[in-house]
């Protein structure tokens, strides 16, 4: 029932934020991605480009069957497994720093995660670039159905023994960067073995809407790295300032309204 329930949540939720006005107002000016001296650019054709600081390189198949070789810890496993399953598609990729592994839950190696994923939407979205316009309650609602489906994913496929707590919900609100208005939230998640903390993870999450399809850019980094990861070299929060999306020029055949109807008894 969990199951079911949770994309019915979605839709309501965006069809929230369209009876807020969603798409409306004119956009802003975009304006031009930053470019950071010393980061190096990630193409993903025919969706987006970003820049990241020169340490991250991509978690290609063969790193992640070589890390499974020579991992032990089964969390890192799962997690390699997941990273399989979510962004081995187009238009998403993960970027790791080369203390990824077991080196992710030990202190003092500044390791660190991108991740961006683009994901297909039957139904009609804001064009890219348009105002979302949405209100505190539909933005609140969108927070929680957002919140929801993070603990649904995280908890699949634990390995026994291990659990996942969360913190530090920032709100879910919009922001316009380089004239594009999105979503952003951030938490904290801690890793639990027998209950024993782990590693505190500090996870910055961008949303964008594209006409047919969502784009989410996250970057995460333990909590204890926070000041290494603030610096001014390799701010991790700066990557979205570097990103620039192709507007889609396809559209689903369905509106938000239609959908929801279908739904409904």
């Not at 594009?180 to 500090?202: C, M, N, R, S, W």
Request: charged share 25%; net charge neutral.
């Amino acid at each position: 029932m969990r199951k079911l329930l949770r994309p019915f949540l979605f839709l309501v939720c965006t069809l929230a934020l369209l009876a807020a006005g969603c798409g409306k107002k004119a956009a802003a000016p975009k304006i031009e991605p930053v470019q950071y001296p010393g980061w190096i650019e990630v193409k993903l054709d025919p969706d987006a480009r970003f820049s990241v600081p020169s340490v991250f390189f991509e978690e290609t198949e063969a790193i992640r069957k070589k890390m499974e070789a020579e991992e032990t810890d089964p969390y890192v496993k799962a997690l390699l497994e997941k990273d399989r399953a979510q962004y081995s598609k187009k238009g998403s990729i993960v970027l790791v720093t080369t203390d990824q592994g077991a080196a992710f839950l030990e202190a003092g190696n500044h390791a660190a995660r991108i991740t961006f994923q683009t994901v297909g939407s039957p139904m009609k979205l804001p064009r890219y670039g348009q105002n979302l316009g949405m209100d505190e309650k539909a933005l609140q609602e969108f927070g929680t159905a957002t919140m929801d489906g993070i603990k649904f994913s995280d908890g699949k496929g634990l390995p026994d023994g291990y659990t996942v707590t969360y913190s530090n919900w920032s709100p879910m609100k919009t922001e316009i960067i380089n004239g594009v208005e999105h979503l952003f939230t951030a938490y904290d998640k801690t890793i639990l073995q027998e209950g024993v903390p782990l590693v505190t993870v500090h996870t910055l999450r961008w949303t964008f809407l594209n006409n047919d399809r969502i784009h989410i850019l996250t970057a995460s980094y333990p909590k204890e790295e926070e000041a290494y990861w603030n610096d001014d070299g390799r701010k991790l929060r700066n990557i979205v300032r570097t990103l620039a999306i192709i507007p889609s020029k396809s559209a689903a055949k369905d509106s938000f309204l239609d959908k929801v109807k279908a739904l409904l008894p």
